[in-house]
C-alpha cells in the first residue's frame, strides 16, 4: 500500500525554466511533508519542508505547495539548473508517529 | 559537526553470512532510523530507535534482520544469513527530537548509505 505516490519516474526541463514535481498522498493524518533531492551514490539530502498547518513554504529556488483537500503537494524549482539534475523524492510524516514515509522518487532532468 | 556516517559504504556478502552496517548519527541526535533502497524503487521505511530502545520496527523483514542502538557506539543493522533479494542500498538517518511529540517538525539527516551486495 503505497500512502506516498510521485506518479511521475521521470521528467526534463530546460535551463531556466520551472521544473514542477509532484506528489500525491492517500493518509488524511499525514501533518508533515518534506523533500529530499538524491545524487546518485550519495544519501537524500534534505530540501524543503511544510508544516500541513500552511500551504506554501518558499526558500529560494523552491517552494513547495500543499493541497490538503486534494491531498497533493509540489515542488516547483524556477530557474531550474542543470545542477538540480537528481532524483527527487517527497515524503510525508504521521501526526503522532516517528516515521517518514518516502514516495518512489522522481529523476529530474535539466537540460543545459 | 560531522554528518551521519555510515560504514562500510560497499559491502559484499556471500549467501548465508552475516552482514553488519553502521551508523553513527550527527552530534547530538539521538533518534535514529534505516531505510532501504531496492533498485529502481523507493526509500522503505524499516526501523526507527532511540538509545536503547526500538520504537517502530514496523518496516523489518520478521527473520533474519535485526537493529540496536546502544547507549554507547554506533546504531547496528544486521542481517544474519543473507540471500540475494538482501541486495540494496541501506541507509540510516538521525533527527535531534522525537518527530509528533509536539515538539518542532524536523528533517530526518541522511548519511551517504552501506551498498549491500550478496553473492
Known amino acids: 500500500d503505497q500512502q506516498v505516490k510521485q506518479n511521475s519516474p521521470s521528467l526534463s526541463v530546460q535551463e531556466g525554466r520551472i521544473s514542477i514535481l509532484n506528489c500525491d498522498y492517500t493518509n488524511s493524518m499525514f501533518d508533515y511533508f518534506l523533500w529530499y533531492k538524491k545524487y546518485p551514490a550519495e544519501g537524500p539530502t534534505f530540501l524543503i519542508s511544510?508544516?500541513?498547518?500552511?500551504d506554501k513554504n518558499e526558500d529560494g529556488r523552491f517552494t513547495v505547495f500543499l493541497n490538503k483537500s486534494a491531498k497533493h503537494l509540489s515542488l516547483h524549482i524556477v530557474p531550474s539548473q542543470p545542477g538540480d539534475s537528481a532524483v527527487y523524492f517527497c515524503a510525508a510524516r504521521e501526526s503522532g508517529t516517528y516515521k517518514y514515509i518516502f514516495g518512489t522518487g522522481t529523476r529530474l532532468k535539466v537540460l543545459a | 559537526n560531522a554528518g551521519v556516517m555510515q560504514n562500510p559504504r560497499h559491502l559484499v556478502r556471500r549467501r548465508g553470512q552475516e552482514a553488519r552496517l553502521r551508523c553513527s548519527p550527527m552530534k547530538g541526535h539521538s533518534h535514529v532510523y534505516w531505510y532501504r533502497q531496492l533498485p529502481e524503487e523507493g526509500l522503505k521505511f524499516m526501523v526507527y530507535l532511540q538509545k536503547e530502545n526500538i520504537i517502530d520496527e514496523s518496516g523489518m523483514p520478521k527473520e533474519r534482520f535485526s537493529a540496536e542502538f546502544p547507549k554507547e557506539g554506533p546504531s547496528i543493522l544486521r542481517i544474519q544469513q543473507v540471500v540475494r533479494g538482501d541486495s540494496a542500498a541501506y541507509f540510516c538517518a538521525s533527527s535531534p527530537n522525537r518527530a509528533g511529540s509536539g515538539g518542532l517538525n524536523t528533517e530526518a539527516f541522511f548519511g551517504q548509505g552501506t551498498r549491500l551486495t550478496v553473492v
Open positions: 511544510i508544516s500541513s498547518i500552511k
